[in-house]
């Protein structure tokens, strides 16, 4: 059973930062990319960034550089580094993970990340 584990949520003060983390259990599967969600209150989900094996990146156009990702592929693991926090910023952020030939899409719990003015 495919499970993904974060870490790394909390709370924060605008401009501060905070590093999520993700781990990928319960899968031999060759990962294909992994990424982050998140969903504000009364907000639909949105994508916030990902990363393939291969290394490519690509963010939301909210991040305008504050949030790096990056991933360990034999760690199976990803993280998203995030920089100058503003309270807009305050969601509940999910890691996904793709595993190669498969159309389905793994998600984590999700880790709460609050920030405030």
């Avoid at 990928?24 to 949105?46: D, F, H, L």
Wanted: charge should be negative; proline fraction near 3%; charged fraction near 15%.
């Amino acid at each position: 059973q495919v499970q993904l584990v974060e870490s790394g949520g909390g709370l924060v003060q605008a401009g501060g930062s905070l590093r999520l983390s993700c781990v990928v259990s319960g899968s031999t599967g060759s990962i294909n990319a992994m990424g982050w969600y998140r969903q504000a209150p009364g907000k639909q989900r949105e994508g916030v960034a990902t990363i393939t094996t291969g290394g490519s990146t690509t963010y939301a156009d909210f991040v305008d550089g504050r949030f790096t990702i990056s991933s360990d592929n034999a760690e199976r693991s990803a993280h998203l580094t995030m920089d100058s926090l503003k309270p807009e910023d305050t969601a509940i952020y999910s890691c996904v993970v793709d595993f190669t030939g498969s159309d389905r899409r793994f998600w984590g719990q999700g880790t709460q990340v609050t920030v405030s003015p």
